[in-house]
Nanobody, 125 residues
């Protein structure tokens, strides 16, 4: 599974960005992770192959929304009410499930086999 992330940029606090991750296969559970300088990679959000189930880190719950369009093999991360603490390199990850019906979500990096290149998100105060 190949991944291509896009949509990062510079935004003021309180603003919004939408990240996209195009995949070569839609039969995948997907996740977004982020890593700030000097910090460990941390989980942000995940969505099942079926899109029925999602999971969010507590720090972004209510502000970020993960979604997917399986017809386009693309997963999105809508980020609203951004804070300076959201500044990081955001990466998408995929775990091939082999079925669009899978409802499993995965929240740790070692559960994913495929990773896209990161996209920088910078939130100014």
């Amino acid at each position: 599974v190949q991944l291509q992330a896009s949509g990062g940029g510079l935004v003021q606090a309180g603003g919004s960005l939408r990240l996209s991750c195009a995949t070569s296969s839609g039969k995948t559970a997907m996740g977004w992770f982020r890593q700030a300088p000097g910090m460990e990679r941390e989980f942000v959000a995940a969505i099942s192959a079926s899109a029925v189930h999602t999971s969010y880190a507590e720090s972004v719950r209510g502000r970020f929304t993960i979604s997917r369009d399986n017809a386009k093999n693309t997963v999105y991360l809508q980020m609203d009410n951004l804070k300076p603490s959201d500044t990081a390199v955001y990466s998408c990850a995929a775990r091939f499930e082999g079925s669009f019906r899978s409802s499993s979500v995965y929240v740790t990096p070692n559960q994913y086999r495929n990773w896209g290149q990161g996209t920088q998100v910078t939130v100014s105060s």
